[in-house]
């Protein structure tokens, strides 16, 4: 299919448009909303698997792409593809887009065209950032993110959601601008904004070492709060307690991807040497965040919030895993990306399944709910074990490939010592959720209101099947994932074991 990436844009956008036309002639419109919504993403989902076509995406070239003038004064062009590196990212955003439409069906009541119109832009500029090839179009694609999620979480959100949006407004903004500031001084380096074309300029002129801190700072910031990795983090908790259900699954499961991708695609292809002169800090950063992460965790009383820190221990391992540069590490690095967007999604779907029923989130408020909720208790403890990183299951495929990854590098003298601190971050993840599945799901009902709940519907399983699935596959065979992206990973992991090891920036700023 020509134009195949383009279709996958601007379907949602079309969908969106939809049901703003559809609002002016129908007076049943606010029931159709969501079925407009949920056609429109399903569309999408189902076009999206043509990028596994054929020979897909087997090696580190770019597919399916397009490549045209854009803006043609100052060299900017519509430049889309897709590769191992990102064409899983692509079909994870497809396939949780229709769960977070069908999670919203019963519990958003308000402002339904707005709701629905703002999830079908955001999944379209998600999109847009994993196939952009043009470091203007990726920013613009970037930035476009924000917009749809801070309304989702300032109209539609908690108590809190407006001080909670502005704050993830202001946070990922600044490091957005940052990041432009960098795209602008490449492009009066090179005279081009196009990503191959950088690649090839960098490495027959490759950038002072001077240039290259500034601009390795300048982007790794703007994808470090995005990720977010300690201490950039403090907008996660806040942002993710307050978003509707939807909200929570869309940034844990897509949002936060868009960080590490950056860090991959950009910051260690395009800033090699700066990228292992900084690896030091950083791994100490993301150990740092791993088990902060954790230990935050383990005293949340909102069963919300415990997941949200979660999702700052998890990050942690998938930013230590892309600077541990091993193939290994790197790969399990990607491969965690997906599975913490599948297995936090789903926690995210449980905790609004049950805040549907009672109204509050807080752990103290639940107990006992495998008696009135047996399919409900059996498919959460699934889901929990897959996020500690049990065996057969997906969470342990890709923290064990992260920690090989790191024992056997070179990017840090101590990396058994870094090896052995990550490690502890299972432990305390097993620690956390499982203390509080004991509070939650076993032991006697402590409130009335917990005796008289309901069970899963038919709409919250199907929901929850896929998810469950892909857990229990990635889990056993994760091959089919592994192989379609080694070309592409080895490709970025060569381009950074090949720069020269370097010593201390203060002696690199000194010489320019």
């Known amino acids: ?70 803006i043609g004064a100052i060299g900017a062009r519509y430049h889309l593809a897709v590769d191992g590196a990102s064409l899983w990212l692509v079909l994870l955003t497809t396939l949780l887009m229709p769960i977070a439409i069908l999670s919203s069906w019963t519990s958003i009541r308000k402002r339904q065209l707005s709701y629905y119109a703002f999830l079908l832009i955001l999944e379209a500029a998600m999109i847009g950032v994993f196939v952009s090839l043009d470091l203007l179009l990726f920013y613009l694609f970037f930035e476009a993110s924000l917009i749809p999620m801070f309304f989702l979480i300032g109209i539609w959100g908690g108590e809190r959601r407006i001080y909670a949006a502005v704050k993830f407004f202001i946070y990922t903004a600044v490091g957005s601008l940052l990041m432009l500031v960098g795209i602008i001084a490449i492009y009066f380096i090179y005279r081009s904004f196009d990503y191959p074309t950088l690649l090839q300029a960098m490495t027959a002129s490759p950038l002072t070492p001077r240039a290259e801190y500034w601009l390795f700072l300048a982007f790794a910031l703007a994808f470090f709060i995005k990720v977010p990795l300690f201490p950039f983090h403090t907008w996660l908790p806040d942002a993710h307690t307050e978003a509707p259900t939807a909200g929570s699954v869309i940034l844990a499961g897509v949002l936060l991807k868009l960080g590490t991708y950056g860090l991959l695609r950009f910051n260690l292809a395009l800033f090699p040497n700066a990228s292992r002169n900084w690896a030091p800090v950083i791994i100490t950063l993301a150990i740092i965040g791993i088990i902060y992460g954790a230990l935050v965790a383990m005293v949340q009383p909102d069963v919300k919030r415990l997941v949200a820190y979660s999702s700052v221990s998890h990050m942690g391992f998938v930013v230590l895993g892309l600077f541990s540069f091993t193939e290994l590490g790197m790969q399990g690095a990607l491969y965690q990306m997906l599975n913490h967007g599948v297995s936090t999604g789903a926690l995210f779907l449980f905790v609004g399944f049950i805040y549907e029923r009672r109204h509050t989130r807080m752990i103290s408020e639940f107990g006992g709910l495998a008696k009135p909720m047996p399919w409900f208790s059996t498919l959460f403890v699934i889901a929990s074990l897959s996020s500690i990183g049990l065996p057969f299951l997906n969470g342990f495929v890709g923290e064990f490939l992260i920690l090989i990854g790191m024992w056997t590098s070179t990017a840090v003298s101590w990396s058994w010592i870094a090896t052995m601190l990550a490690t502890t971050g299972v432990i305390w993840a097993a620690v956390y959720m499982l203390w509080m599945l004991q509070r939650v799901v076993f032991g006697p009902v402590t409130n009335d209101e917990n005796a008289r709940l309901s069970d899963l519907n038919n709409r919250e399983t199907v929901l929850l099947l896929p998810l469950l699935f892909l857990m229990l596959f990635m889990g056993v065979y994760p091959r089919v994932f592994l192989d379609r992206s080694r070309a592409s990973v080895e490709t970025i992991r060569a381009r950074v074991n090949a720069s020269p090891a370097g010593g201390s920036y203060t002696t690199a700023v000194r010489q320019d």
């Open 1 to 70: 299919m020509p134009n195949l990436l383009t279709i996958l844009i601007l379907l949602p956008v079309a969908g969106a448009l939809v049901l703003v036309l559809y609002s002016f002639v129908s007076s049943r419109r606010e029931e159709h909303y969501r079925w407009l919504a949920l056609i429109a993403t399903v569309a999408t989902f189902a076009v999206s698997l043509l990028l596994l076509r054929g020979a897909g995406v087997s090696g580190a070239e770019f597919r399916f792409e397009e490549n045209v003038s854009w």
